[in-house]
Nanobody, 122 residues
């Protein structure tokens, strides 16, 4: 499956962004979808994931719980990450990924998008 992430940008602290990830090439509903991020000089970290069976019930990293919401639209082969109350520490390159099951481990995902940059200014 091919993944194309978009929607990143520059936003002030406290602002919002919505990331999108378009999937193509295979049956979207066969895959759990996840978002990960990597800040300069840091390791890639889990952000959120949604199973293949749910549109809106997600799993979240503690650092984003209550601020970010993951959702998927299987009719459009899209997954979204709504990010509210953004903080400077949310600045990173955000990646979407597809795998058989939801997981907090990036190694469990088979397909990755190219990343979209999110920069939050203080």
């Amino acid at each position: 499956v091919q993944l194309q992430a978009s929607g990143g940008g520059l936003v002030q602290a406290g602002g919002s962004l919505r990331l999108s990830c378009a999937a193509s090439g295979r049956t979207f509903s066969d895959y759990a979808m996840g978002w990960f991020r990597q800040a300069p000089g840091k390791e890639r970290e889990f952000v959120a994931a949604v199973s293949r069976w749910s549109s809106t019930i997600g799993t979240y990293a503690d650092s984003v719980k209550g601020r970010f919401t993951i959702s998927r639209d299987s009719a459009k082969n899209m997954v979204y990450l709504q990010m509210n109350s953004l903080k400077p520490e949310d600045t990173a390159l955000y990646y979407c990924a597809a795998g058989a099951f939801t997981s907090r481990s990036g190694s469990q995902y088979d397909y990755w998008g190219q990343g979209t940059q999110v920069t939050v200014s203080s």
